[in-house]
Each structure stands twice: as C-alpha cells, then as structure tokens.
C-alpha cells in the first residue's frame, strides 16, 4: 500500500466559500496498465466528490488526469474544484483503488447563470436486432443494465430530474430521426413531462475465448456495447448518440448460468467494467445539456399568472423569470404534424415553489395572458444552446 498526499492545483479564491469532500475510486488493472486504472480510478473518486457536492458532473470536463511516470500522475483542476489531494493509493487482486480529497466550492458554475436539472424521461433498454440469439440471458441483462443505469442518472441530482412515464422501449438513434418517431417522442415527453427522452440500446453481447497455456487453463471474454441516444422532447429531435463499448473476462464459464442481479457479476471485472460505462454515459450527457436554458410546460391558469411543471426539485426559486413560448401545430401535406414555438416577450416571476410545479404572476399589465395549457415558458437570462449531432 502506498500512502502519499500531493497538492496538485489551487486557486486564489476565498476558504470560507469552499468546503472538503472525500471519495474513493476503484478500477480493473486490465495488461497490467496501472496507469490507465489510476486515471480511471481517480475520475470515479473525483465524480463522486461532485455528487456529494451536488455540482453537476459536466465539471469533470474540466478535471484532467494525466499520466506522469510510475509513480505519479496529474490532476489538474478547474473551477468549481479548487485543490485536489491524494491521500492513498492501494493495489490488491487485481484493482486498483484511490482516495481523493477536493475542496470544492459550489457556488462556481460552468454556465453564465445557474443552472436547473433537466427533466428526463429514461425509456428501457431493448436488445438491438441480432443480440437476442447470443445468449438465454441477455433479456435479463438488458433489463439490468437499464435498471442500473436509471440509478446511475438518478444519483446526478444537479443534472437530472427522472420523470415517471409508461414503460416504454424505442428503436435505435437510426429510426428515432423519422417524422413518426420524433411525434412518438414528442406525445411519450408529453405526458410525462419531460424535457428530454434517453434511450439505450444492448448490440453486442458475445463471447469470445483466451486460449490457456501450460500454467492457465482458458478464459471467457465477453463483448459489452450499448448505444445512448438524447432526444430533445419538444421537437422530437436527436441532441446526442453515442456507443459504449468494451470487452473484458467474463467471470463464469459459458454454460454455467449467471443471475444478470447478482454480485457475483457485478463485483466481477466485467461488472466493473460496464458500470464505468455507464457512469461515462451520464457524464457525457450531463455535460451535453449542462447549459441547456430548462423548459417546462403551463400546467394550469391562475389569476394573473399560470403554474408551471418545474419545481423545487428542479432548482426552481421564488424570484426566478421564466419567459412564454406559444406552441402553435401544423400539419403538412403528407399528414405529418409539427410542432413550432414562439417567444413571447411576456415575463413570468415565481411567487411559489412545490417540487414538482410552481406558481408564477406576469410582470406586465395586461389582465388576461394569451397563454393555454400545454404552452411553454423557458427559464430566462440564458442563452440557446446549439446541438450538434
């Protein structure tokens, strides 16, 4: 076990500001790359420093880890993490594990204003096309990895906002780009309202053998590769798709059945290995909608404002603006029907704050709003982010 502590960045802001968090971090030494595990193992410990700092987790992208010698390696930070110290390192059975120490100061944000969570609706994971014969047991993963990836979402609090729809499973980035898709995304965002929908898909799930020599017996190898896709659920269109990928041991032989729950596989290298993909997977979309303005519907009319469907669990404070959008659907000459939005110039000011909704008055004159249920407001002060595919 080695046990070192190293300042490695700091910057001059006031102490009474900032506040000392503490996590570990654990990664698989796959070909004896110790460097790659330390690297792994520290942005584990590093972003749990920010969950438990309630930062959104796009400040890892301002969090660097490089490689120094054999020793030693970097950590070179940013805004909102002021000073970063390693206090252990210890290597056994294969893993590498490292524990951090951050000083952390929230009130820095990455954005030019504060940000709220976003609210998601997470679809379940299906089995792409082909995937289904690899194996008995893939449904149950799927269903698994799902399950794990929804907990995985769910613990980014300043990121996300999971939002309870029915049970729904969608195609591929491919087929989500159609007009019918983006109006089944835009009626499943709907209902539940959600300003964005995810949805995964498991592709490859085979199995592969290391070949034993005179002092090994063989070994399986399993492949792992699930595809995320973000969809905007106003507009139906597809923000961010990307596919996770990795291949590593398998811990059983392959005709011995496995429970996809239990921790024998996910205490195992592969089990490991798929839950460092999938916390990479709602980093990458963390950052991607970090500084996306927050949308919400008009839930209700009330005298002189209207309540929306954003609220204290979302980061929603009395005192915040939110702007009107009208909602206006056409429909094309081949039956497609679409849905636009307006700005309006009229401001609404949070008077009260429930968690799931919140009420507002209009900062005008005028007795009667041009509003209807359904229509959008848009928090105010931020500037519109632009996808890129």
């Known amino acids: 076990m080695r046990i070192f502590s190293v300042l490695l960045f700091s910057l001059y802001c006031s102490a009474l500001s900032a506040e000392w968090f503490s996590a570990s971090g654990t990664a698989v030494i796959f070909d004896d790359n110790r460097q790659l595990a330390r690297q792994q193992a520290a942005r584990q410990a590093l972003r749990d420093i920010l969950l438990q700092a309630d930062i959104s987790l796009a400040a890892l992208s301002v969090i660097n880890t490089e490689p120094l010698g054999e020793e030693l390696f970097s950590l070179t930070a940013g805004l909102p993490v002021l000073q970063i110290v390693v206090l252990e390192e210890d290597e056994r059975d294969n893993r590498l594990s490292i524990t951090l120490k951050a000083d952390v100061w929230p009130q820095a944000s990455l954005c030019p204003d504060r940000t709220l969570s976003k609210a998601v609706l997470l679809t379940s994971f299906n089995l792409a096309e082909g995937a289904t014969q690899v194996a008995q047991s893939n449904t149950g993963l799927a269903a698994e990895v799902s399950r794990r990836f929804a907990a995985t979402l769910q613990r980014a609090n300043a990121d996300f906002l999971i939002k309870q729809g029915a049970s729904y499973s969608l195609p591929g980035a491919d087929k989500l780009q159609s007009a019918a898709a983006a109006q089944q995304l835009q009626k499943i965002a709907q209902a539940a309202q959600a300003q964005f929908v995810v949805s995964g898909q498991l592709r490859n799930l085979s199995f592969g053998v290391l070949p034993g020599n005179l002092l090994s017996k063989k070994s399986w190898t399993r492949q792992f590769a699930l595809d995320i896709s973000v969809t905007d659920g106003i507009s139906g269109a597809l923000i961010q798709n990307n596919t996770y990928q990795t291949r590593t041991l398998w811990p059983v032989p392959l005709t011995t059945p496995i429970d996809s729950g239990s921790d024998q596989l996910w205490r195992s290298d592969y089990g490991l290995e798929v839950q460092r993909l999938l916390r990479d997977a709602v980093d990458d979309i963390a950052q991607t909608l970090a500084c996306t303005p927050v949308k919400a519907q008009v839930v209700r009319i009330v005298p002189q404002g209207v309540a929306i469907s954003a609220g204290s669990r979302q980061g929603v404070k009395s005192g915040d603006i939110f702007r ?66």
């Open 324 to 389: 009107l959008f009208y909602s206006d659907s056409f429909t094309d000459s081949w039956g497609n029907q679409y849905r636009q939005l307006t700005q309006d110039n009229i401001e609404l000011e949070v008077t009260q704050v429930y968690p799931d909704h919140a009420l507002t008055r209009a900062l005008t004159q005028s007795n009667v709003l041009p509003v209807q249920v359904r229509d959008l407001v848009q928090i105010a002060g931020l500037k519109e982010r632009k996808y890129a595919n």
